[in-house]
């Protein structure tokens, strides 16, 4: 059976895809045994925007404190998807929707799809990573290669414009030397930062 919607502590998280344009060092896709097929997570094919209404509608969603989309893959590979889903929940419930992206969308579709996103969350949630390109490059290893930090503070910038809050994030199994320039980073782009806790 396809998960498609799973909770983690009051929150609702939404599973769109498996495809991502990153290889993390620190991602589960890469430390784990590869049997995803044995994870419910793991999509075998993609859920339809019926498929996931029709999830929520199978949902109180008056009892998650937020809705998050958010899964083994990077789910503005969907955009046109999340958007429809996020009208779906704005028309229908009164609950916060955050996303947590790695801000790499823009390269993804080869085009800017920030305004597209105007209205759809509440918040917006990027995965900085690292304080400089270099690092950002040998943790994230994007298929993009260069250019990608310069792109993901781009689209962490121009989403200020478009949703109530952003945010960046780090995950903890950084160095305390990298959370500190990671911090720095934030702090000139006016962007609050949380450090996550990475969860083996």
Not at 101 to 123: M, Q, S, W, Y
Not at 152 to 180: G, Q, R, T, W
Request: hydrophobic share 35%; net charge neutral.
């Amino acid at each position: 059976m396809m998960t498609i919607l799973y909770e983690v502590g009051k929150n609702l998280y939404v599973n769109v895809t498996n495809r991502c344009p990153c290889a993390c060092t620190f991602c589960i896709r890469n430390n784990g045994d590869g049997a995803y097929g044995s994870d419910s997570l793991w999509l075998d094919r993609e859920p339809s925007l019926e498929e996931i209404i029709s999830a929520f509608k199978q949902r109180n969603l008056s009892k998650y404190n937020e809705v998050v989309f958010c899964g083994y893959g990077e789910p503005l590979e969907r955009v046109d998807v999340v958007v429809e889903a996020c009208k779906y929940l704005r028309e229908n419930s009164n609950c916060k929707i955050r996303i947590n992206t790695n801000g790499l969308a823009n390269l993804i579709h080869n085009r800017n799809i920030v305004p597209e996103l105007k209205g759809c969350f509440d918040i917006i949630s990027v995965s900085l990573n690292a304080g400089c390109e270099e690092s950002y490059l040998k943790v994230t290893r994007p298929k993009f290669k260069e250019g990608s930090y310069h792109a993901m503070l781009e689209f962490a910038k121009e989403c200020k414009n478009i949703a109530p809050k952003v945010i960046f994030s780090v995950v903890d199994v950084i160095s305390k030397e990298e959370i500190e320039l990671s911090q720095n980073v934030a702090d000139s782009l006016q962007i609050p930062l949380r450090i996550r806790k990475y969860d083996t």
